[in-house]
């Protein structure tokens, strides 16, 4: 399992929101190929055929949980959006 999965399998159980840093959601949906446009801290992320915006800021060195849970919306609403790129 690569880091990506790891982080990826953490958001989606939902049991640790609270904890995942915020370089690590901003590089998921980098790897997901979200285009991503920085407004201040806001860190704004669009997809062509995701139909939803991910707006993100950082508390500290983590995302935010409501954030997080956003993300994990997404990626269990569009299950077919396409593999991060295997490192």
């Not at 690590?24 to 790897?31: N, P």
């Not at 991910?54 to 396409?82: D, S, W």
């Amino acid at each position: 399992m690569g880091k990506w999965d790891g982080i990826r399998d953490r958001i989606l159980s939902g049991n640790s929101d609270t904890n995942i840093r915020f370089v690590d959601l901003r590089g998921l949906l980098k790897k997901y190929r979200f285009q991503e446009r920085v407004r201040g801290d806001h860190f704004i992320f669009t997809r062509s055929d995701v139909v939803e915006i991910i707006n993100i800021q950082p508390r500290g060195a983590n995302a935010k949980p409501y954030q997080v849970a956003q993300v994990r919306r997404i990626l269990t609403k569009y299950p077919n959006l396409e593999e991060p790129d295997v490192q």
